[in-house]
């Protein structure tokens, strides 16, 4: 992977967001070898709309906070259904659960490697 410690960070700042705001079974794939527009995805699931926006939110925010970056590029809020976020070296997919399951990006990218990432998980409100 190019650039790979810079990348990792981006990709566990990305994570870690997404797990902040209860994002659902957060994975990171490899793609660098296979597409040559990017290294990562970062993909995560929604319960709602709503959830979804939060979570597009809270990566937004931590990524210009620890990786000092906006994105390039963001598709998708309009309906919030599949949003996605491209900061080049990764790019960060936002699903609903029912479009994630269309889609099922994590079959069609199934070759390639996951990235071992640690995040965290969410502590319960008390």
Known sequence: ????????????????AASAKKGEDI??????????????????SATNTRHVRTIVDEIEKAMKEHASTPPTSVEGLDDATWVLLDYGDIVVHVFLDETRAYYDLDRLWGDVPRLEIEVPVPQAAT
């Open 1 to 16: 992977m190019t650039g790979a410690p810079v990348v990792l960070r981006r990709v566990a700042v990305a994570a870690a």
């Open 27 to 44: 994975i990171a794939l490899d793609v660098g070898d296979i597409l040559s527009i990017t290294d990562a995805f970062v993909i995560t």
